[in-house]
């Protein structure tokens, strides 16, 4: 194997690809990348057996062959050439690395040692944008559960539908929920439904951010994977077992007090009263009073003292209030991705709906702690 492309094109097909390599001590050989050469292509790929990432780069092909190396350990090394041309070949299950008058070589092991990926049978395909599901990813991956109790809820749940063209993305960890919808570019008849690991859709967005707005991504489904094409790089990965909660039925649809807010002045007297909040419980107190059109934010330590605080705003219907945890709201805010904001209170145990104002396509709720 021997073959010259650019620094450019390695450094980002690495970066790209890394993300399913690590430190696998069990498996060494899962924290290589394999190198693989065809005619004017260089393949290279990574996987962690649950997730598998590939991309391709154009480059002058000497000699064709396959050989795996340590993903980090060439990504680190090649960021810090300073040749534009990069020259690497096999010699001796060794990766020699040519640069100007440098050269380096890294210890590697054989192809025939790297997993066999599987094929995948096509059976339904999507088209997002890149900008749309990017936005979407970044909405709900952060209200994925951390535990391994539910392994469904680990995951974010997509819903693929013909009609309307829309794609749902959902995540919850039974206290909080985020969901948000954008537009199908191109759909198959019939609605298809998975539950996404959230490291594998973390990977999706990283490598999103490496691409152009306007790129299209397609998403193919067969009976245990799902593929994600973005431009040059192919994700694949298998689907989480399980039934995802209806989560639909704990949506309030009607709302006692509502209430308009701006963002930055919610989370900044949220953080304020974090301070004072009860360690372990994380309780703030929010009230509104649509006849004052304040919404308070207040918290009690026993051990450190109490703040409360109020903002004006523009609000509707009965007095409301809920006590919620203040890392939830403070995520739910960022997580509205704008300047103002709207929140629903129905009752002290009913869970509190934060949206983004006069604006479609997500929203946010938090369960209320129960006093």
Not at 101 to 128: C, H, M, Q, W
Request: aromatic letters at 8%; a negative charge.
């Amino acid at each position: 194997m021997k073959f010259t492309c650019t620094k450019d094109n390695l450094v980002h097909a690495l970066q790209f690809v890394g993300g399913a390599a690590g430190k696998n001590i069990n498996l060494p050989i899962l924290n290589n990348v394999l190198i693989s050469t065809e005619e004017r292509t260089v393949r290279f790929i990574t996987t962690n057996l649950e997730m598998a990432i590939k991309t391709n780069v154009r480059g002058v092909v000497e000699q064709e062959g396959k050989f795996t190396v340590p993903a980090k350990t060439l990504s680190e090394y090649i960021q810090l050439v300073s040749s534009d041309q990069v020259t690497l070949s096999l010699e001796d299950n060794e990766i020699v690395i040519q640069t100007g008058k440098s050269k380096t070589k890294i210890k590697g092991n054989p192809a025939d040692e790297f997993p066999i990926l599987p094929t995948v049978d096509v059976r339904a395909r999507y088209v997002v944008n890149a900008r749309e599901l990017r936005t979407a990813l970044s909405r709900v991956l952060f209200a994925c559960s951390r535990s391994e109790t539910r392994p469904e809820l680990s995951g974010v749940f997509m819903q693929f539908n013909k009609t309307p063209n829309t794609l749902t993305l959902a995540a919850t960890d039974s206290y909080r929920l985020s969901e948000a919808q954008i537009p199908l570019l191109g759909a198959q008849e019939g609605a298809v439904q998975a539950i996404i690991p959230q490291r594998t859709l973390s990977e999706v967005l990283r490598i999103t951010v490496g691409h152009p707005d306007d790129t299209l991504i397609n998403v193919i489904f067969d009976e245990t994977q799902v593929v994600f094409e973005i431009g040059e790089v192919t994700l694949s990965t298998r689907k989480i077992d399980g039934r995802y909660p209806d989560y639909a039925q704990i949506i309030p649809t009607q709302y006692k007090t509502r209430a308009y807010f701006s963002t930055e002045a919610l989370a900044k007297e949220v953080k304020a009263a974090s301070i004072f909040a009860s360690q372990g419980v994380n309780a703030v107190i929010m009230e509104c009073k649509p006849a004052e059109s304040s919404l308070s934010i207040s918290s009690t330590s026993t051990q450190l003292g109490e703040h409360a605080s109020s903002l004006t705003v523009e609000a509707t219907g009965e007095d409301g209030g809920a006590l919620l945890n203040y890392r939830y709201v403070l995520d739910g805010i960022s997580a509205l991705q704008a300047t103002e904001g709207e929140i629903w209170f129905l009752s002290t145990t009913s869970p509190v709906v934060f949206k983004p104002k006069d604006s479609q396509g997500f929203l946010y709720i938090i369960m209320p702690i129960r006093q």
